[in-house]
């Protein structure tokens, strides 16, 4: 599928026409890459990263025989009597004798010899004699040695995306560091004379709606931006960015290890649409040029020779987030070694207008099962997405069942 920038970029032929099928470029953007190398991390940097290796327990869990209740351990049949008491993270208790009882915290390790925990709920203490309230019941309440995980145990499968609950687990078992995937460093670069970056803009500008939408996005889809660079119009400053981007050269210092880089704008063919052209300049291969899908045809994926992959975004803001969804967040999510997601449909809640040669992105909420398209869906103004809980893949032609794209919440 790849093919020299520099051919394209001589044509204005594809500015209008149909492009990739978007199931095909999203494939492709999805397949383009492998997960980044493994390394080790202590537990607080591993959250968001994904699993290289499978999480196995370090040690049983429980580690120790322990008590479930706060209550008495007792050993052998009532009456016990009440030779002391253990609290969780005490000195070890003796053994204890039959017909003894020790009083207990929830947590503490039940003395060797416990036969169970009777509830203080339970159990009536009179001159230090304990007696169970009601008939015993089959529970011990002791939580034996590794009786939820043994040690060596694999509980969680590489590729698992690391969650706080992981983090906690991988805690629990023993684990000080875990084995994940490098995270993919995304450059973002905006061009636009026209961009305004706060407060009302004056005539003939417009706020950037793309610099404060695509950190979050990156970072949800398990990439680590990097400050926005904006860009002047023009193709020298788009060359010179994207090679000291990549990392390959530059009049100033090279930003290390680029795998990403994210033009938003420059995507089309008109007089300021330099994106193209640049890639040619640099010798890029183009993976993806254009996709026939509304919004976002004009995106792109390309190679730089040095390896970092470039995603061409269109500067209208809701056509750049459904190209993100399409290219840069199938790619980002293989870079950062995310198995691929579980494909979710929906009926669509009323028939939506089709194209029979392009597929739509239709911002919808998703309730039973149902996706209702919320309208707003401009390619220039993100109102549509703001309200939605994901993007329905109307394709060419149409659909009753459509395939839904989550999108960050
Ligand atoms: N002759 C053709 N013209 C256009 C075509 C085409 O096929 N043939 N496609 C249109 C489509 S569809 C899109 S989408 C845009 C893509 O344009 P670019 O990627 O080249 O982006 P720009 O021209 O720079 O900007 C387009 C539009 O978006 C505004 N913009 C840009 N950046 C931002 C930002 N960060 N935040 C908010 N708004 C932004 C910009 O001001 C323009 O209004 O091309 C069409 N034209
Ligand atoms: O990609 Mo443009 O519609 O897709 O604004």
Known sequence: MTAPVEAEAQGKGRAGGKGTPWPVARALAATAATPLPPLTVPL?????????????????????????MDGYAVRGEPPWTLVGSALAGGEPAPPLRCGEALEIATGAPTPPGTTAVVPYEHATVRARTVTPRQPGTSRTHIRHTGEECPAGREVLPRGTVVTPAAVGLAASLGCDSLTVHAVPQVALLLTGDELARSGLPPHGRVRDALGPLLPGLVEWAGGAPRPVTYLPDGRAPLVTELARSAGRFGPQEPAPGTDVIAVCGASSRGPADHLRPALGELGAQLLVDSVACRPGHPQLLAQLPGGTYVVGLPGNPYAALAAAMTL???????LAGRPAPTRRTARLARPLRTDPSRTWLVPVVVEDGLATPVGHDHPALLWGAALADALAVLPPGGADDVELLPLPR
């Not at 607080?44 to 327990?57: D, Y």
């Not at 840069?328 to 293989?334: A, H, K, Q, R, Y």
């Open 44 to 68: 607080k940097r591993a959250r968001g990263r994904v699993l290289a290796t499978p999480l196995t327990a370090r040690q049983p869990h429980p580690a120790f025989d322990t008590a479930a």
């Open 328 to 334: 840069l967040i199938p790619l980002l999510g293989t």
